[in-house]
Nanobody
């Protein structure tokens, strides 16, 4: 089993910054893509940013130039640095990762895991 635990959310004023972290633990052989999603009240969950195991990144248009995703593979952790926060960035932010685990049989199994989310509130 694998767990993803997010941290770093909170209340912040517009224009300020926050850094989210998501640490993976458990039966981990390899971690592939790691992504950040968010879900604002009354809206569908959307992909915010993603990073591959070799560091290639992607961002949704609304956060390009403001958010940076990066990862530390030695710590099985992905980060989201959010600068110039706006009211519309208010949401619950979720971490998602594709993780390969080794079963008792010795076979590798790849599953998609989600964290429980961390709330980011941008308010004056």
């Amino acid at each position: 089993q694998v767990q993803l635990v997010e941290s770093g959310g909170g209340l912040v004023q517009p224009g300020r910054s926050l850094r989210l972290s998501c640490a993976a633990s458990g039966n981990i052989f390899n971690i592939y893509d790691m992504d950040w999603y968010r879900q604002a009240p009354g809206k569908q969950r959307e992909l915010v940013a993603g990073i591959t195991s070799d560091g290639r990144t992607k961002y949704t248009d609304s956060v390009k130039g403001r958010f940076t995703i990066f990862r530390d593979n030695t710590k099985n952790t992905v980060y989201l640095l959010m600068n110039s926060l706006k009211f519309e960035d208010t949401a619950v932010y979720y971490c998602n990762a594709g993780v390969a685990s080794v079963e008792v049989s010795g076979l590798h199994k790849v599953l998609d895991y989600w964290g429980e989310g961390t709330l980011v509130t941008v308010s004056s």
